[in-house]
């Protein structure tokens, strides 16, 4: 199941160092740590002193109730959701609402929360629900608005849907016909090849396709589908009942929104004075809260005792935010870092799964939990896959490529192997020909130069255009080369594409639906057999 285990780089120093646990400061700004199971307990004691400071559990339990009954009704949700009524706590992880899921990452997500509630459950001897929060607040809709399979030719397929015209809004809030869902059912089964799970996983997504108006409800739909039976709880954020929820937080946000800007700022500086530079901006007098203005979703800046736009165009006094914050909270989102927060306040969060971008966010966030009495949750690096199968197994051992040499040297890889068939020394013939036409010239130039001494530069300009021509020559000479070899080298860059697309992890890139039409539900079944391990580094999975 697992091929072999992998350290790859995060992208993110901070992670680094917090996964590793290679820096002190760093692990300070967290305030607790995955691996170590005392700070599991302690976060479990906070969180049952510490009830009155965030939402009724009976009440979140019957808004997650509604919601569930809906797009997720599984007996084992429903009983993690009577769980959380009871004062049970919550691993939770989240993402935006991609189209077919998304990339992989997503997937690899909700995998780690499962095994990460479970494991908990196990170690601390009471039940750890898993929740997957759904960013239906986001607006970005370009970002979510396609996913990626790989085509025929060893090239990606882009499959996207448009968004409609209309106010820049939430994604859970920007309506799709059932024309345009029905057409990206048509684009998806066109660009998956036929097999035996083809059918029914067509006939799934377009049930779930009629029953959607939005990305986020497909996005739902689909994740309670694949996960529903393992009691992973959902719920979207831009849900107008989270929203009154949340209608509390959002008042104190505003009411203290000065000293979370401030805290904020010192989480920033100790960053650097560690010698780490902030993931995100922390910019003076932002609001670090959205609002909806007529749909459109506005970042808030503070300017003279008001709330503006970024371009100073609009502008609404405190009072008239801080009474929409109570009566009206659908009216408010969060940001990156408000996020966590809001999170926190509405759900029972002993542990987040987060990507390593997120862990590099939340570094910014733990004196702001403070200023509102609040604790940092238990930081948990997500899981991280890459699906090896048999085809591309075949082709690795063909080839003598390792999976490092795919991810971080394929380039090199593949010349060299088209060089090592090279009888001719294409080349060192090209080579050759470039150092003789050279020395060749430097005669020239000095009979040019003799004669007018301006004449130099032209002769040098002669010269690159002579090069050009040469090296021109020799890339065609060399696609005709290539040419011979086309059936290895397409094997080559399926290799690449499959593992490692366009130079990024293959979790960050390929959608899940061209796994599940190829072998069913059962490499999820495998990714959720092993159990969750944050210094387990990439896991290479065979299906």
């Given amino acids: 199941m697992i091929i072999d285990t992998v350290q790859l780089p995060f992208g993110q120093p901070v992670t680094e160092a917090y996964i590793h646990r290679s820096h002190p400061g760093v692990e300070a700004l967290f305030g607790s740590h995955a691996a170590e199971h005392t700070h599991w307990k302690r976060r479990m004691s906070w969180l049952s002193e510490n ?53 992989m990452l997503v997937i690899h ?45 060893a090239a990606l397929t882009r499959l996207a849907v448009q968004r409609p015209k209309g106010a820049r809004t939430a994604v859970s809030r920007t309506k799709i016909t059932q024309e345009t869902f029905t057409e990206a ?54 849900d107008a009942a989270i929203r009154k929820l949340e209608a509390p937080m959002f008042g104190q946000m505003l009411a203290r929104n000065d000293e979370l800007e401030s805290a904020y700022f010192h989480s920033a500086s100790q960053l650097r004075e560690h010698g780490f530079t902030p993931a995100a901006d922390v910019t003076q007098g932002s609001a670090n809260l959205f609002l909806f203005d007529e749909e459109e979703r506005i970042l808030l800046h503070k300017q003279e005792g008001q709330y503006r736009n970024r371009k100073g165009t609009k ?50 966030t733990g004196e702001a939990f403070k200023v ?46 088209l060089k090592e068939r090279d009888e001719t020394g294409i080349e060192a013939g090209f080579a050759a020909a470039l150092a003789g036409i050279e020395a060749l010239y430097e005669p020239v130039k000095a009979l040019t130069v003799s004669v007018e001494n301006g004449l130099g530069d032209l002769t040098d300009q002669n010269l690159l255009r002579i090069k050009d021509q040469i090296s021109y020559l ?21 290799i690449a594409l499959s593992l490692w697309p366009e130079g990024k992890p293959q979790e960050r890139v390929l959608n899940m639906m061209e796994f599940y039409n190829s072998y069913g539900r059962s490499w999820i079944d495998k990714l959720l057999d092993i159990p969750y391990d944050q210094q387990s580094g990439h896991h290479l999975i065979s299906i």
């Avoid at 238990?378 to 991810?407: H, N, Q, W």
């Avoid at 890339?475 to 860059?493: E, I, S, V, Y």
Wanted: aromatic share 10%.
């Fill in 51 to 103: 009830a009155h400071k965030r939402t009724d559990a009976r009440l979140l339990g019957d808004t997650l109730q509604t919601y569930n009954t809906r797009y997720n009704n599984e007996a084992a949700v429903m009983a993690n959701i009577d769980a959380i009524r009871s004062g049970a706590p919550v691993i939770v992880t989240g993402q935006q609402a991609g189209l077919w899921t998304g990339p």
């Fill in 315 to 364: 502008s609404w006094p405190v009072e008239q935010l801080r009474e929409w914050a109570e009566h009206e909270p659908q009216r408010f989102s969060n940001n990156v870092l408000t996020r966590p927060i809001m999170q926190d306040y509405v759900l029972p969060v002993l542990a987040a799964v987060l990507g390593p971008g997120e862990v590099a966010y939340w570094s910014l």
């Fill in 185 to 238: 059912v048509q684009l998806l089964s066109t660009a998956l090849p036929d097999t035996s799970f083809k059918p029914e996983l067509l006939e799934k997504l377009g049930q779930f396709a009629k029953q959607s108006e939005t990305l986020s409800e497909l996005f739902a739909y689909l994740l309670g589908w694949l996960f529903g039976s393992q009691g992973l709880i959902l719920l979207d954020a831009d």
């Fill in 109 to 153: 997500k909700a995998v780690t929360t499962i095994s990460a509630a479970k494991e908990a459950s196990a170690r601390l001897g009471s039940i750890v629900v898993p929740v997957f929060w759904i960013a239906g607040e986001d607006h970005d809709f370009d970002e979510v608005n396609h996913a990626y399979v790989r085509g025929e030719a």
């Fill in 372 to 417: 509102l009495g609040m604790q940092m949750p238990i930081v948990v690096p997500r899981m991280s896959f890459t699906l090896v199968e048999d085809k591309t197994s075949k082709y690795m051992s063909k080839y003598g490529l390792s999976f490092e040499e795919v991810a971080f040297r394929f380039k090199a890889c593949r010349e060299a192997w």
């Fill in 474 to 494: 020799e890339k065609r000479t060399m696609d005709a080369h290539a040419k011979k070899f086309g059936a290895a080298l397409r094997q080559l860059d399926w």
